[in-house]
């Protein structure tokens, strides 16, 4: 009896597994994970050495267009510059890395049948204070245009990423993508 229980799961497992590979190959949508760095611009780039996140991304192409709908939910981390920092604990303040939690929607354009493509996405940007303490440390306006290119299951984009809330905070990078399907 455990046997045939057993021999069931398996096959049932399989199938599932033969299904699921099935519908990824056929599917219009497409999941990515990307790692993304940056370089502080403006303002930020007195107080912020440097900017890093991860993201989960997912693009789906509208039909008979070279236009995809695309969104992302991430974190991102800003570091702030030592010196900066040594500065205000020194007088008496505790300053530190600063992390963001943005949910981006917005449009991709595709040249033709080149790998190139520009991008266009924004939506809110949760700070991680506001997020796991209920601080009050707000939420920010975040755009990003960028351009790109898919080249195989891999994705390169340089973006300028900007946040706004009490004024603008940005950065310049390069997103690193990989698609899962």
Known sequence: MKKSYFLGLVMACAISFGLTERLAAQSPVKLSIGLEG????????????AAGGVSLNVRVPLPLTNLDVIGSV????????????DTFENL????????????????????????????????????????????DSGTAMTYSPGLGAKLGPLEAELKYDIYSKDGTQSFVGLKLSYYLF
């Open 38 to 49: 940056g370089i502080p611009t403006g303002d930020a780039s007195d107080i912020y050495s």
């Open 74 to 85: 991430g974190y991102q981390q800003w570091f702030v510059k030592g010196d900066f920092k």
């Open 92 to 135: 008496g303040f505790n300053i530190s890395n600063f992390g963001f939690l943005p949910i981006k929607a917005g449009l991709r354009y595709g040249f033709g049948f080149t790998p190139l493509y520009v991008k266009f996405d924004l939506g809110p940007a949760i700070t991680i204070k506001e997020a796991i303490e209920g601080g």
